[in-house]
């Protein structure tokens, strides 16, 4: 992640750093996230959008 994020940041300041900490915390926020996407997508009665996130969530954040 970090590598990735160096090329991005300005040289006159320093080096964009993201820790594991902070990174498990925006991985938690995003699944809370989408998890309140899909309860409202489920709401509207769209069911196939709400499991098209479940089936991303099962398939990409292990």
Not at 6 to 24: A, G, K, R, W
Request: aromatic residues 6%; hydrophobic residues 45%.
């Amino acid at each position: 992640m970090n590598a990735t994020l160096l090329p991005l940041s300005d040289p006159s300041l320093e080096p964009l750093q993201i820790n594991v900490f902070d990174y498990l915390l925006g991985l938690a926020d995003l699944t809370r996230k989408l998890m309140r996407l899909a309860i409202g997508r489920i709401s509207d009665g769209e069911v196939e959008f709400a499991e098209d996130i479940c089936k991303f969530m099962r398939e990409n954040l292990q």
